[in-house]
């Protein structure tokens, strides 16, 4: 009882610290090519009214960067500690394969972001144009190869290739297959396209609160109608690469994805349960609204195929209320998403096919929803990694390497007590970021008289003296 009660806190303990750290990389690896194309307009604008504007919009959002950054790299040093600590069992046996795809991410992606990420922040007015450009430009390149190799290791940890076990050690036998091992490709995309979105809901939704409460500046209108545009093109994308994705999952992770649709035992034209509640003791889901054989035909685009259900994995298939529930609130805040943009990018065509429409391009309703909607992306990624991570249990290695053969033996006590001062400095940071990023938005700083000579500015997306007050 001491080793399951041990087992579980540190898994609530990785949980928790994962769970804070992916979420400022996930607006990173997206925000940081936002600021390549602030910067890009600004160059192309530049001697143009629109310069000043989208150099006021550059600025804010390298503000906004810089503090993820700094979270981002915190909260992922004390991750890293968590495999010695916490989980000695892991690096022992894979730590031939798992510490060179560190290492690689470290001497390639973090070394990249450190040598320019000083003259990205700081270089504006001190180096040329074109060179702070290519700073960002190099940041941005950064974040992306350090998911890159993130994303290779976690998932190799999913569908494992490429090895061979040699006295109980996992060893590197064809590394080109370990890096693009057969999940990977499906998860980078989804994961770069959940940045995108994640950020494009940040930019916009940030933006629109500025507007509400009339402290928006000549490039908060083009921040917003950016995040807009850039949401509506990811959402349809990431739909399609997450039904990619799930299919690549029904192939080597069935138990996953028997879970996520509570399919409980092995049958033809399986149903698809939209909603339920998983009922693991019964192994039933209870008050079930289902379509029937639909899970068949979305899975195997057949209605009469055979769907392996968690009958056929007993003793290794994940808890499924969390992965039940993760996936459509993933899915869930998906289709929000989509519509939202969509809707907003449609109002805004419609404004630009007719030029001499006057007044804001958005209500103060639609400012709202966009607003509330500034961290929905963090919701859908973190309902996300429910699904993938909790989803692979009971495994780490998935069908290699059972989770509670590879936890340290620390008591019960010690593991949750480290857990609750993770909890509270987490809480106490994660509200700090949002309380900074208000302010921030509410007192947006102007750009120093180092911008380019000649930009005045902008008139503001919806007309002069636009504050979000009108609509």
């Known amino acids: 009882m001491e080793a399951l009660d041990t087992l ?15 979420l400022f990389p996930t607006i990173n690896i997206a925000l940081c090519w936002f600021l390549v194309y602030f910067r890009l307009r600004h160059d192309a604008a530049r001697g143009t009214p629109a310069a000043r504007a989208w150099e006021e919009a550059y600025y804010l959002w390298t503000k906004v960067f810089a503090l993820s950054f700094a979270l981002g790299v915190v909260s992922g ?25 560190l290492g690689y991410e470290v001497l390639t992606a973090f070394f ?54 040699i006295d109980g050690r996992y060893h590197a036998q064809d590394w080109f297959a370990i890096v693009f091992n057969p999940s990977f490709p499906y998860r980078l995309a989804h994961k770069l396209l959940a940045s995108t979105l994640t950020a494009a809901f940040l930019v916009a939704g940030l933006s629109a ?42 192939q080597h992770q069935p138990a996953k994805i028997a879970a996520i ?57 994940p808890p499924v209320a969390p992965v039940f529930w993760g996936f459509r609130v993933m899915v869930g805040m998906g289709v929000l998403m989509l ?25 103060r309703l639609q400012l709202r929803l966009l607003a509330a909607m500034t961290f929905s992306g963090w919701i859908a990624t973190l309902a996300g990694w429910i699904v993938t991570e909790v989803g692979r249990q009971p495994f780490m290695i998935y069908g290699q390497l059972r989770t509670a053969d590879l ?18 400095v987490y809480a106490f940071l994660l509200v700090s970021y949002v309380l900074v990023l208000m302010y921030m938005a509410r007192h947006p700083a102007m750009p120093t008289p180092e911008a380019p000579q000649g930009a005045t500015a902008a008139t503001p997306i919806g007309g002069p003296g636009w504050t979000g007050k009108e609509a």
């Open 339 to 363: 519509a939202l943009s969509w809707a907003l990018a449609w109002r805004l065509w419609r404004r630009r096919a007719r030029p001499a429409a006057e007044g804001p391009p958005f209500t």
């Open 407 to 424: 936890v340290a033996q620390h008591a019960p006590g010690t593991v949750l007590a480290t857990l609750l001062v993770y909890l509270a």
């Open 209 to 250: 609160y500025q507007l509400l409460r009339g402290t928006g500046n000549a490039g908060t209108g083009l921040a917003l109608r950016t995040g807009v545009i850039a949401a509506a093109i990811a959402a349809p994308l990431q739909i399609f690469a997450g039904d990619l994705h799930g299919l690549n999952t029904l």
């Open 261 to 317: 649709e509570g399919i409980w035992h092995t049958e033809r034209g399986a149903a698809l349960t939209l909603f339920g509640i998983p009922n693991e003791r019964e192994r039933r889901t209870d008050y079930a609204v289902q379509l029937p054989r639909m899970a068949s035909l979305v899975l195997a685009h057949d209605l009469d195929a055979e769907l392996q259900g968690l009958d056929a994995f007993p003793g290794a298939h």
């Open 77 to 101: 040093i004390t991750m890293s500690f968590q495999f010695g600590t916490n989980w000695p069992g892991y690096m022992e046996r894979v730590g031939n394969i798992a510490g060179p795809l």
């Open 8 to 22: 579980l806190l540190s898994r609530i303990q990785f949980g928790t610290n994962i769970a804070f750290h992916i």
């Open 112 to 165: 990249l972001e450190a040598t320019f990420l000083g003259i990205m922040l700081f270089g504006r007015g001190r180096v040329s144009d074109r060179v702070h450009l290519v700073a960002t430009l190099m940041v941005a390149a950064g974040t992306t190869l350090s998911a890159f190799w993130i994303l290779s290791l976690n998932s190799w940890m999913q569908t494992p290739a490429g090895f061979t076990v």
